[in-house]
């Protein structure tokens, strides 16, 4: 069954350092999102990316974040300048049609900010 | 800003015994629910969703219920299963100018199914 696939599994970075995280979304799937976790809290929404272009964002995603799909396969979040409050479990998703219940996620990539 | 709330952070049920997972959310103007699974180390999985405007959907051993009068919606999972155990997810979404691309989680309920 195809599955959506993050990279890496696991970044430990600076504070004040870029990150780029990595993701292969389905292959067939047109829509695709960002979402993280921070420990013990909810599962928030990010942004998402359709057509080369964000079409909707959080109050979360401000300047220091910003996605793209830099070729065929891959959806990348990279975060400019890292802060502690960074550290999260980054989910990204991919959905063939544009409704809720056919996004389907990767297994995530936990960052920890130094 | 909690607009999706799941007030029991865990719940543990007997293998074979129906669980039921509740949330409230406070948002009137979220029309779609979901419910997500999670296991450890994985990302979410849709499970069910309803749309406003029913008040009950039924997918095998899982039924979401819709009380929109009251914003609450719950998950039912009849018989429960030790492979049940993991995070549920409540969630939500509004139509946008766009769709339906946001989603917003409540904090989760840890279900476990003791055999």
């Known amino acids: 069954e195809p599955e959506v696939t993050q990279t890496p599994s696991h970044q430990v970075t600076q504070m004040g350092q870029e990150v780029i995280l990595r993701c292969v979304p389905i292959?067939?799937?047109?829509?695709f999102y960002w979402y993280r976790q921070i420990l013990g809290q909810k599962v928030e929404f990010l942004v998402s990316f359709y057509n080369n272009e964000i079409s909707e964002k959080s109050e979360i995603f401000d300047d220091q974040f910003s996605v793209e799909r830099p070729d065929g396969s891959n959806f990348t979040l990279k975060i400019r300048s890292t802060k502690l409050e960074d550290s999260a479990m980054y989910f990204c998703?991919?959905?063939?049609?544009?409704?809720?219940?056919?996004?389907?996620f990767g297994p995530g990539t936990r960052l920890t900010v130094l | 800003d909690q607009q999706v709330k799941q007030n029991s952070p865990s719940l543990s049920v007997q293998e074979g015994r129906i669980s039921i997972l509740n949330c409230d959310y406070t948002n009137s103007m979220f029309d779609y629910f979901l419910w997500y699974k999670k296991y450890p180390a994985e990302g979410p999985t849709f499970l069910i969703s309803i749309s406003s405007i029913k008040d009950k959907n039924e997918d095998g051993r899982f039924t979401v219920f819709l009380n929109k009068s009251a914003k609450h919606l719950s998950l039912h999972i009849v018989p429960s299963q030790p492979g049940d155990s993991a995070v549920y997810f409540c969630?939500?979404?509004?139509?946008?100018?766009?769709?339906?691309?946001?989603?917003?989680f409540g904090p989760g309920t840890s279900l476990s199914v003791i055999p």
């Open positions: 969630a939500a979404s509004a139509p946008s100018k766009t769709s339906y691309d946001k989603v917003i």
């Open positions: 292959s067939n799937h047109l829509y």
């Open positions: 998703a991919s959905a063939l049609w544009r409704s809720t219940d056919t996004q389907y």
